[in-house]
């Protein structure tokens, strides 16, 4: 949700911005005419947000002054009187948000849901509000500035919008040719693209970031070569992209070292901070802002001289101003500087190629640079400039040391220099030339106070630690640290998207999971393109609502998307096809479940008939897409994935998302693990649907509250339903994964492979044994107590047979566990399965009996891994409610 939010804050904001003059027409027209209140008790607009601001600013602190869900809500919650307070304080919250969406027109019965079930949908509804508010507000600011953006051509269902090829503006020559036809500059309103103007190319390119230092003013350590050869950058950027990256991959094997190293990593290694600056300084007041000059600096000559100032000076403070939406990597759009004197303000998208020039002063050991939480200050200085920091002091760093109630500069400000700051236009779109006079004022004031504060705080943290300068020490340790940080590209790799996925903690089946992956991939592959960043592209919760919805038709998708991003329109036909790609993939879980839900049986009868201890038919089955044991959690890594180690959850994540055919014909030595899964399933799937969850309703639903320790105490309700339903789960799966495949293999494959099958008989006789075991250990186990009995069951379902055991037990199988007539199941007749798609699994023998493979399964099959992994899984469940009730 704050993803979301903040991404249409950001919007809006920059929608604000963007429409700057109106908002101020507006406002000034108030003013002159003071009748004319906006609203009861607002003189003007500004008034209004000042208060609403304010208001959202306490209801914000309020909300993280309650009790933190998990153990401590808990234990409040245990009072009735609490519990009472949250109640109506909930329903007020509710019925107030209820009234909000009814005034604009959107559904809003958010009060009289089932509590268990309905806050998936609650939160649906609470998104899509917030996109039709935010998009009035956006189309009501347009009007205000004079756009008119009803003038959009709406799409009619299922028109065909013609083709546009997006402008490549970033990639010098390519798209173009034949399919050039049609540009349009994206989204080219009111705010030209600072981009456009660039000398250097901006590289968004799929490769690590190179730093763009070539000269190193104060080394110690001459810049490594690479750096120094101006002929290489310019390589870089005249040669075509895919080009570029070979070339890079080249050099990025002569020069690892240099290239990701720090170029001042040598100098900040062996930097000292002298006696000085450890001792207790007498504060500096700071000049008042009205006897400051303030210099805007946008053309080299300024910039040189303002170098030249620098360099005489001690000490300066230094901050950033970046804007981040319509652009892929970010551009840092404005530079304060303020020397105890001056303030200076340099307008870095137009002195972006120069601004290294200033690596004199920034890299000078003896002058002091202050910042205020440089983090991403240095990443950004790095990334667009090529400018690095030796010797910096970060007084949020300090703020930390000095165990300062708040840690921003606003409360910096208030703290030492009583001045109230308005954080208002921190997120303001900091592209907008010319800067309005009150961005220009609020930029400057980030850095007029700093080197005040930074004197205050040396000498507080001198008094905090008795006069000792270990403190002040371990700031100017961290600082340094902080100077050491590397601007890092984001890479766009395979499993990004599992990431970003888990953060949203949404469960999707394998084919909302393929969209999803689909999408996240053609999202990335546009905004790196189009320099846009991916929240314009397509913002992540649209990319989920259309990865659930996996709408058939282009309008559907459209139909996700409010407002429509520019970007999605132009390429809805590109994103329709993605989506249907998704929809080919074979269905996991979903579909079970709502079959079930319709009372169908849900499994789908294969034309194939013939079972028996001598079929030959199943010859093949361990063609099938190995369900291992680390694969079978894996869809609850998915769901679940909070508290599991990344590499781990990624492991598994990726498991199930690649196609089964993938996974399939690389990793033989799983595939004999496969032999006895359809009779084992079927007995799974029959144990199973004796016992259905009563609680599934409630599964997927964050809503509940329970106690942290509830989820590792085997004796409680909880422990035991979370794991049961997880259990089920992973029976389901397989048993739509089995169904799926049944049924689309046997249709394809039945004309085929008559031959093979007796070359297989006596494998498959083993096989139809080793299943017949498995069976009859299942049945057995099911018997014994249900918590029990979902465990093997699962496990069985987790196709680990244990050869030796089977083959003893194989002859009590008839009796037990022949699936019963009513049940008619139907194998999957293997034998006419593709072996042509299987041909490297068929080199490899099945047929023969392979003890390490033996031994891999029995050790697999071990009860108490089993329950090990179940217990995580509970974990990861529980987690996952609470977790997401944090919402
Ligand atoms: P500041 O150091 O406060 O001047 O912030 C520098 C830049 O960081 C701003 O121009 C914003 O682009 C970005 N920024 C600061 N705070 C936030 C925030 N809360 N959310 C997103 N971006 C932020
Ligand atoms: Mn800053
Ligand atoms: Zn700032």
Known sequence: MYTATAEKMTDTFNKKDST??????????ANDEEKDELCPGFKDVDAFVKYGLGAVLSATKASAGLPQAGDEFDFYRSFPGFQDFCEGQGDKLLHCMSQIMKHHGCRSHTRDQNKLTGLEERYDLVVDSNDVILERAGILLDEADGVNRSQQPVMPAGFQPPKIVVSSWNRKGSGSGSRSETFRLMHAKNITRPQLKFKEKIDNSNTPFVPKIFTKPHAMKPLPSYFTSQQNRKDDQSVPSALAD??????????????????????????????????????????????????????LEDLVALNEKLCTSSEFAVDLEHHSYRSFLGLTCLMQISTREEDFIIDTLELRSELYILNEAFTDPSIVKVFHGADSDMEWLQRDFGLYVVKLFDTHQASRALNLARHSLDHLLKHFCSVDSDKRFQLADWRIRPLPEEMIQYARSDTHYLLYIYDCMRAQLLDFNYGQPGLLQSVWNRSRDISLKKYMKPIFTDESYLELQRKQKKSFNTQQLTAFRLLFAWRDKLARQEDESTGYVLPTHMMIKISEELPKEPQG???????????????????????????EVPLLKAELAAQKQKGLTPIKKPEVTLFGPHDTSRVSESDLPPFTPQELPLKQGVLFSEDEDRKDSDEKISGLVAHAKITLFEELETKTDEESLPVAHMKARRINESFENPFRMYLPTTD?????????????????????????????????????????????????????????????????????????????????????????QSETGESTPKPSKKLMKSSEKPQKDKPSPQESFTPFDYSQSDLKVFTEVKTKDNTHFDPNRQAHSTKRQKTPKGQKSNFGAATRSMSYLTGKSDR
């Open 20 to 29: 700057n003059s109106g908002l101020k027409n507006k406002s000034s027209n």
């Open 246 to 299: 070979l070339i890079h991959q080249q050099r990025t094997q002569q020069h690892v070292e240099d290239m990701f190293a720090h170029p001042y990593q040598y100098e900040l290694d062996h930097l000292m901070i002298p006696e000085s600056l450890l001792s207790k300084p007498e504060p500096q007041m700071y000049k008042p802002l009205a006897e400051t000059t303030c210099s805007f600096i946008d053309t």
């Open 557 to 583: 998708i459209i139909a996700c998307c409010n407002p429509v991003p520019p970007v999605v329109r132009q390429q809805i036909n590109e994103l329709h096809l993605l989506v249907q790609q998704a929809r």
């Open 704 to 792: 509940v509250h329970i106690n942290k320790n509830a989820k590792f105490d085997p004796s409680s309700k909880i422990f035991e339903i979370s794991k049961r339903w997880k259990l089920q789960s992973i029976e389901q799966q397989q048993a739509e994964l089995e169904a799926k495949r049944k049924a689309k293999t046997a249709a394809k494959q039945q004309a085929k492979k008559a031959t093979e099958e007796s070359n297989k008989a006596k494998q498959s006789y083993q096989e139809s044994l080793q299943n017949v075991a498995t069976v009859r250990q299942l049945a057995a186990d099911s018997k014994g107590g249900g918590k029990k009995r979902e465990r093997e």
